[in-house]
């Protein structure tokens, strides 16, 4: 049965490294750029088992919160990893109060786009940033 938790952001920066296969120095220079946000981030990583096949991150901005860094190892897509690390954000949205979500996707990106149309996020025109209520979103 796969399990979603909140690791530290600490040891969510290691997992996500290692399931995108990134160098070690990546982890240092996105630790340091996330602590100079400055903002309070929530990480989210799913398990099936013992393995790590999905991740994501929330970053949460007045009442506002984003949607980021959202990765399945491509072995392990097509299973709805994906969508329920992107509910699990929403939910974690909605607890900490935010009024609104966002977050940007690449209009090549099919998978992402699939995947928001999945949890019922508007899809917008292309380099629009789409902003939703948490109300309307199936968390």
């Known amino acids: 049965m796969a399990d979603c938790h909140e690791p530290p952001l600490a040891v ?4 996500n490294r290692d399931l995108r296969g990134e160098a070690k120095e990546t982890l240092a220079a996105q630790q340091a750029r996330l602590e100079s946000l400055a903002l309070p981030c929530f990480a989210v990583a799913l398990n ?9 991150l929330g970053i949460m901005e007045q009442d506002h919160f984003g949607v980021f860094s959202v990765f399945t190892p491509p072995g392990q897509c097509g299973r709805g990893y994906g969508t329920r690390v992107t509910r699990a954000l929403l939910a974690i949205g909605q607890r900490e109060n935010a009024r609104v979500a966002f977050l940007q996707v690449d209009e090549a990106n099919a998978a992402a786009l699939h995947l928001y149309t999945a ?10 940033v789409p902003h939703f209520s948490l109300d309307t979103a199936r968390a």
């Open 119 to 128: 949890v019922s996020i508007p899809r917008q025109s292309p380099n629009h």
């Open 48 to 56: 099936f088992g013992e393995e790590t096949v999905c991740v994501g």
């Open 12 to 15: 969510w920066l290691a997992i």
